[in-house]
């Protein structure tokens, strides 16, 4: 198995010796990574001159004027660069802005999403830089929390495989490196909020956070991310037995851990773990970070630390010796070949980000308006959305980061759903008028309205904002938020075609949408192409393929409502509610109808250490060509501790022309229906397991699998 993509055959004898030669100064400066808005113009300089290991949020040329001087240093270790191209290398303006990365969960491509890494280590790489923080391996169970457009949605499977592809695109052409994040359990923090304590055994954290990390690592994922928060309350930089001992050891990590933003400081600002930096320097570097993010006095403590022989130097050796394994295999060193700039943003990547932006469209309701006929002859775009690239960039775009730019002006081509209904209905007459903003106390809904009178059919876009999400804005409220409600409620009265579209970070409160719009069409953010490629969905011009990777409940109180929980006995239900999501994970619908048949497995019978193979026949019954993800789920019976009742295994996305059948086959083995025991064994126990194949969680067909 490799772990770690060795480009270059002497990476490991390379460091090695030049680690030898390091004084401890040159170390200490090597696990450091610094970025300039944290540091005084002085401050900044004189890392520079020390000749830290890293910097993060630094663009283009002023990289080069870094290096510059780096080679100036005694043994001229070139520093690397670390930037958030989280869904693209979205804080450069210019380059490709991909659909976020719950976006294009939605599409459960693996190649595809591998593609959109490639295409971002290329622009990365372009720009003179050497490190993506990405993926984001966080599994989205708590609707509230800030971040969940970060992830690949609720289900660890899903997590673990796109995660794998990207990271696999990332790393695979040696541009840059991929860094897995956030290093644990960040997203299942209490109440949904940012940053807190996340209350989970290890048990929990091998049954489900812990995979999508580890299939990361097999992949050659070179850097990891320790999260900000705490697990069962013990703090995540200092945790030895989950960086160092599972990580490393267990998992076998050759790359190097950096922490996240300040988590060092953090140890004494906000976890009161202990009372002085050099106390946190000691315990972050014994736990396992290799590299601290921007606490620069990280450095100073080290040093005083190896004088006063309160750290083994040993440990401060490996975490270097990964350091310099990484940029060595790199090419920092040789003179890292880069791609022409003219790649950042070329003609090649908008086409994959296109193609990104339909595969990740999820047809949520289609009551028979979709897609709009000739008989459409006007249409009337609305809502808070309908022109808002920001809000359809979504986070980690250069609108946010590193600083708030509000007014920046999109160097890039894009289009948003406005700009995509009048390119795709040319030969239609297409009116707009917003109706409302995200927050206000003011609308214009009337004006909306009388638009929608005009027309035969009205596209409304609501959805958030980025000052819903991210960090420090979670929410305890996901319905729509200002006006959004009562523009919908309005332009229902007025009996046109109604089409809402979202646009949007992740999942809301839409019961009303689902209950009044003829059509609901879910985006989330959806990048440079997001609205064009749902104006043509809406013209049929396309068929859709996407599902969603994440439920939406019916009310706020609801989250979290993924699929894979643990079965209760009372009902599941509040009192107060319908019961059930309004959405369910793997819910998207298409132009054509798709009928499952004939599932098969090779053997019902296998031994703990066999394996059988899945097979079922799709055949498109429908008009039209189109691509279904064919997932299989599993139930394990009778189990030593509680499983959910369905868990994906597997999916497979696959095209198939109108009237065509095409037989998919998983291959199951065994030990993918382990558990985790409470001491914490992965078991493999014998007895009956349900084996359920269909295109979502609620319509499948259904065989029994047993281990003897
Ligand atoms: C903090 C965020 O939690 C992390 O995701 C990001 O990569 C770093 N800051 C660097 O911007």
């Not at 949904?192 to 690592?217: C, H, M, N, Q, W």
């Not at 906000?270 to 946190?280: E, I, K, R, S, V």
Request: net charge negative.
């Amino acid at each position: 198995m490799e772990l770690y993509k060795d480009k270059t055959a002497d990476a490991d004898a390379r460091a090695e010796d030049l680690l030898s030669r390091m004084s401890i100064e040159e170390k200490a400066a090597q696990m450091l990574q610094v970025s300039y808005n944290t540091l005084s113009p002085e401050d900044y300089e004189k890392y520079q001159r020390l000749g830290v290991g890293a910097f993060l949020h630094v663009l283009g040329s002023d990289a080069d004027k870094i290096r510059e001087k780096a080679s100036k240093t005694r043994l001229k270790i070139p520093p690397i660069f670390g930037i958030d191209a989280i869904h693209g290398h979205a804080l450069r303006n210019g380059a490709t802005v991909f659909p976020s990365q719950l976006a294009m969960s939605c599409s459960f491509d693996r190649d595809l999403i591998r593609g959109v890494g490639r295409v971002t280590a290329r622009e990365v790489c372009a720009d003179g830089l050497d490190w993506t923080f990405s993926p984001v391996l966080c599994i989205a169970r708590d609707l509230r929390w800030g971040r969940v457009d970060e992830t690949f949605g609720e289900d660890p499977y899903l997590c673990g495989e796109l995660g794998r592809s990207i990271t696999e695109g990332y790393e695979e052409d040696g541009y840059i490196i991929s860094c897995a994040k956030h290093y644990i359990a960040y997203g299942e923090a209490t109440g949904g909020r940012d940053a807190y304590d996340s209350p989970v055994t290890e048990r929990k954290i091998r049954e489900v956070f812990l995979p999508p990390f580890e299939k990361a690592v097999r992949a050659g994922c070179s850097s990891v991310m320790t999260a900000y928060g705490s697990v069962d309350a013990s703090p995540l930089t200092a945790n030895r037995r989950i960086l160092r001992e599972i990580l490393k050891d267990e998992l076998g990590f050759r790359g190097f851990v950096v922490t996240d933003w300040e988590n060092v400081r953090s140890l004494v600002t906000n976890q009161h773990f202990t009372d002085n930096l050099c106390g946190a320097t000691k315990a972050a570097v014994e736990a396992g970070n290799d590299m601290s993010m921007n606490t620069h006095e990280f450095y100073e403590c080290l040093l005083s630390l190896v004088k006063n022989k309160k750290i083994h130097t040993s440990l401060i050796d490996d975490a270097v010796r990964r350091i310099l394994r990484v940029k060595f295999r790199l090419g920092l060193f040789d003179g890292k070949e880069r791609p022409d700039k003219k790649v950042i943003g070329c003609a090649e990547h908008k086409k994959i980000n296109l193609e990104t932006a339909r595969e990740s469209i999820v047809l949520l309701k289609n009551n028979g308006v979709l897609p709009l006929g000739e008989d459409v002859k006007t249409i009337a775009v609305t809502g808070p959305n309908a022109d808002d690239i920001r809000a359809q960039y979504g986070d980690w775009t250069f609108f946010s980061h590193p600083e708030p730019k509000d007014d920046a002006q999109p160097q890039g081509e894009y289009h948003t759903v406005l700009d995509g209904v009048r390119e795709v209905f040319k030969d239609r007459r297409v009116i707009y008028e917003k109706g409302c903003d995200i927050f206000g106390a003011e609308n214009d809904i009337k004006k909306a309205v009388k638009a929608a009178k005009k027309a035969d059919a009205v596209i409304c876009v609501v959805g958030d904002s980025t000052a819903q999400n991210g960090e420090y804005r979670d929410r305890a409220d996901i319905t729509l938020s200002g006006f959004q409600l009562e523009l919908i409620k309005k332009l229902r009265e007025t009996g046109r075609k109604l089409i809402a579209v979202l646009v949007n970070c992740k999942p809301l409160c839409i019961s009303f949408l689902k209950d009044n719009c003829d059509a609901v069409i879910e985006t989330f953010n959806g990048g440079d192409f997001g609205g064009l490629a749902a104006a043509e969905l809406i013209a049929g011009k396309y068929n859709p393929s996407g599902k969603l990777s994440v439920s939406f409940p019916e009310l706020s109180a609801q989250t979290p409502c993924y699929y894979n929980s643990y079965d209760g006995w009372h009902g599941g239900r509040y009192v107060d509610t319908k019961g059930g999501n309004t959405f369910d994970f793997g819910d998207g619908l298409s132009y054509t109808k798709y009928v499952y048949s004939n599932l098969r497995l090779s053997q019902n019978v296998i031994s703990v250490d066999g394996f059988t193979d899945v097979s079922v026949d799709v055949t498109n019954a429908g008009e039209r060509d189109g691509k279904e993800t064919v997932m299989m789920f599993v139930n394990d019976v009778i189990s030593s501790v509680l499983t959910p009742r369905m868990e994906l295994k597997n999916f497979k996305k696959i095209f198939i022309k109108s009237g065509d059948t095409k037989t998919v086959t998983f291959r199951l083995s065994a030990d993918e229906l382990s558990i985790v025991t409470p001491s914490l064994e992965y078991v493999v126990e014998k007895g009956d397991f349900e084996i359920m194949v269909g295109g979502n969680t609620k319509e499948y067909l259904k065989d029994i699998l047993t281990v003897k």
